[in-house]
């Protein structure tokens, strides 16, 4: 069995500083882990997936990911944020039979 | 040129009714899904279709049933609906068989509320 916990629910950053948005998983397989992110009431877009390549995953919209198989993590990272940043963000760990999403970080950027 | 399209974008009906909701995608891809979210935004996977073959049956009940009638189609018919099925559905697909670890392009949902 796999599993995915976000640890925050909302978090909130002014603009231009750096976005962390955390996630933890657990699986007994190599898994893929994604990030998804959903504007309001529209469907989910890939943000970046880890799939056993580098480690260090870069996407779209200037964030990135490390997977940290020592820690189980894949923590999203920006280093600047944009009023357009803000969303709901969804982590995903995924193996051969099962895929698992996060409840959500809700994301607010201030001016 | 929409590449995941669901209809209709809003639904709204009464505790009873028998409802249908249309995915189509036009990306040549070879699995296809059906996501309910919550109003916590939660997301479950509810099915799943491989070349209009069911590879994921999580656990929803049998009101729900999905017909894909060709690969490029998977829609979602709900019996005798309640209110706790008021949600979010988001139909999905993916590239290949391999579809739990393949990126998944999302359409843009259809909000369902049963009064």
């Known amino acids: 069995a796999q599993s995915v916990t976000q640890l925050d629910s909302h978090v909130s950053v002014s603009e231009g500083t750096p976005v962390l948005l955390r996630c933890n998983y657990s699986s007994s397989y190599s898994p893929s882990l994604f990030w998804y992110v959903q504007h309001p009431n529209k469907g989910l877009q890939l943000l970046l997936k880890y799939t056993s390549a580098a480690t260090l995953v870069k996407g779209i919209n200037g964030f990135e990911a490390e997977f940290k198989k020592s820690e189980t993590s894949f923590h999203l990272t920006k280093p600047s944020a944009h009023m357009s940043d803000a969303a709901e963000y969804f982590c995903?760990?995924?193996?051969?039979?099962?895929?698992?999403f996060g409840a959500g970080t809700r994301l607010t950027v201030k001016p | 040129d929409t590449a995941v399209s669901q209809t209709p974008k809003y639904l709204v009906t009464q505790m009873g009714n028998d409802k249908s909701i249309k995915c189509e995608q036009n990306?040549?891809?070879?699995?296809m899904y059906w996501y309910k979210q919550d109003s916590k935004k939660f997301l479950k996977i509810m099915f799943s279709y491989n070349n209009k073959e069911l590879i994921i049956n999580e656990t929803v009940p049998n009101r729900f049933s999905p017909k894909s009638p060709d690969k490029a189609h998977l829609n979602l018919h709900i019996n005798s609906l309640e209110l706790g099925d008021s949600a979010v559905y988001f139909c999905?697909?993916?590239?290949?068989?391999?579809?739990?670890?393949?990126?998944?392009?999302f359409g843009p949902g259809t909000r369902l509320l049963v009064l």
């Open positions: 995903v760990v995924s193996d051969m039979h099962d895929m698992r």
């Open positions: 999905a697909s993916s590239q290949g068989a391999q579809a739990v670890q393949e990126t998944q392009y």
């Open positions: 990306l040549g891809h070879d699995t």
